[in-house]
Structure formats: structure tokens, C-alpha cells
């Protein structure tokens, strides 16, 4: 799993429709045909008593996020438990904090020390409602990007806060586990995700400049990190990994940037083209990515092409998860949306009464998870506040 944060404002118009949708507790449909001959009908997730929260994360029945508390004193990260409709405060590590992936029983994210301190990942068990510091590899901060069972991903800063490095902790041993880079402890690296003893990331090199990084894939199993190469220029990044193919940016020969995919397992790289600069995701044989404008989807399988939705305006995808893509739309103004891979098929997500909506995730039944504005009481101001908001499915008779 991938983490991403989300802004708390966007800018749109326009406003669908929705019916009542089932029990979220229903397994009704998988995500394989949550999109398409379906309706979502929005629902309010509230807030830890401010004004404003978002949801960055779902799985199963539970939704993270952050809200404003009351007064809008402080952010605080929240857990949603949709099937008895309670948002729980996970509270801080000592001033604000923000939930930003969830996995099982399992919340993770990150947490201010202080009102001008530095920042610490979390991870909090729903289950005992413990919440732990998971420290730092001897540097004051460290960013959480990616949770895949008991494994969480990041980059921390070293001692003397001059240096960065990847890192793996384990939630079942309570150990943080430095990845180191491939130019040696002095290098830099940093971790976008992870898929069982597999950690992906961006690493520097020997003997170059600092800024001259190439995509790594480091395996906790064994404790060794492979330079993953490019596809014949300087450098590269490695962005997602799913089963044994890792995806990323890449210079070609020609000083051409372009995405590719790296099967592990067979060492073969697939050029992906210039329309896969960006924000590359991977979910089986599906690759999802951006220019800056448009986004597609590339079928490893096959070696074809889709442009993902309309076609107008910027597309950008958040999250592919199996059949499912969800991600927002600017054209030219916001909406989150859902769309099929197998057959394009592309759905607006209505707003809670604003004209604003932005989708982060997707579990397993279609039910996705966002933000979406609130009407607003000022004739001036096309949105209120925004909301943690799902978008339920259900059957179109």
C-alpha cells in the first residue's frame, strides 16, 4: 500500500445525483464490479467537532483520516468504523497528527512532537487503541509512505539531520530497520512502498551527484538492496511495486523521460512512453500514470493503452486497487471519480451539497473514500467546508 496525503481545498462545479446505497457492512459487490452499472450515493463521515476533516485511507470497514477538533484548535488523526458509524480520536504525540494509511487493525501516519517541533510517524492498533512512536533512525523526523501487513515504510532523517534513509519497522517487533542506499551510509534514499519483503524506493549513487538517483528494490528477507537501473539514461525513481513488478520514472539514452515497469523476477523492463511520466501505480498487470495532463492505463499483458476518463482537462489517479481506479478530475474544475479498467466505464462522485469532491481510496466492496464539500451559506463561495465523505455502490435496477 501506497500513502498519499491530500490537500484540505479544491475548486469545482457541478453536482450528481445519487440514491440510497446498501448497509456498509453488506458485501453486495466486489471491487471488480463496484463501477460502471452502479450508482454511489454520498454520505457524510462528520468531524472530530471543527469544521473541516478528510479521509486519506480505507480498508475493510474502517476509514482514516484527519479533522479539525472543536474550535479548530488542532488537527487530530481519526479512524471511521463505518459499520457502527463512530469516529474515534487517535489523539498525537504531542500537537496535531494526521492518519494517512490503514491496514487490517492497523493506522498509521504522522504525528507534530510540538506546535514548532518536528514530525514522528505513528502507528495505532484500533483494536487495543494503543498508539506507538516509531521513532526515528537517530534524526529528529520521519515520513510514513507505505504499510503492507506488519511491515511500514518510510524515510527518516540520520543523526545530525544532514542525511536520509529508507527505513522498514516492524509493528510486530517494534524494530526500525535502516535500508541504507546504494552510495553507502552517507547516501540518500528514500521509500515509496512496499509489497511483502519487498521495499521499492529512490536511491544516490557512488561517485555522482547528490541529485542523481536511481530506483532501488530492497529485500528484508535477505538484507540486500538491487539498483534497478535505467532504461539507458542517468537516473530513475521506483514509485509502487505490486507482486514482483516495480514501477517508476526513467531518463532513456536519449535523455528522454519516460515510465517503465520492472518485472524482478525476469529482469525485463518495459518502456511505458511519455504519456506514464507521473504518478505511477501498479495493481497486477495494470499500470496507471499521468503527463501532467491526461491519465492512462497500460496492460502489461497486452502492451496497450487507455486514456482514463473523458479526456479532458487533468486526470490524475490516486489509487488502482484490482478492477477499480479512483482519483480526481480538473476540468477545469474538481471531481472525484471512479472508473473500470476493464471497460473504462468513468463515474462522477457527487459532493455533500458543495460543488467539490475528491476521492483518496477504494476498498474491496467499491466502497470509495474522500473529501467532498459541504453547501455553503456564503452566496459567494461555491463550497462550505469539506468533509471526510464514502461513496457507497449500488445496483442500478
Known sequence: MRIRSRAWFLVAAGLLAVGAGPAYGADTSSAESAAGSVQYAVQDLGTLGGTRSKATAIDGNTVVGSSLTRGDA????????LRRHTMTDLGTLGHSSQATGVEGDYVVGKSDLSADGPTHGFAYNVRTRQLVDIGTLGGSSTNITGLDGDTVVGTSSLSGDLVTHAFAYSLRTRTMTD??????????????AVSGVIVVGSSSLPNTPPTTMHGFAYNLRTRTMTDLGTLGGSSSTANDISGSTVVG??????????GYAYDLRTGIRTDLGSHFLTAQLISGSTVTGGDGLLASSFDLMTHTSAVIGSGRGVTEVKQIAGNLMVGDN??????AFVARVDNGDFTYLASLGGLNSSAA??????????????SSADPVNANGPFHAAVWVPHTVA
Not at 74 to 81: G, K, P, R, T
Request: no cysteine; aromatic share 8%; hydrophobic share 40%.
Open 74 to 81: 488542532v488537527e487530530h488523526a481519526f479512524a471511521y468504523d
Open 179 to 192: 535500508l541504507g542506499s546504494l552510495a553507502g551510509p552517507s547516501g540518500e534514499s528514500t521509500a515509496a
Open 249 to 258: 520514472q526513467s531518463r532513456t539514452a536519449g535523455n528522454r523521460l519516460t
Open 330 to 335: 480538473f476540468a477545469p474544475n474538481s471531481f
Open 361 to 374: 481510496q477504494v476498498n474491496r466492496r467499491g466502497v470509495v473514500a474522500g473529501s467532498a464539500a459541504l
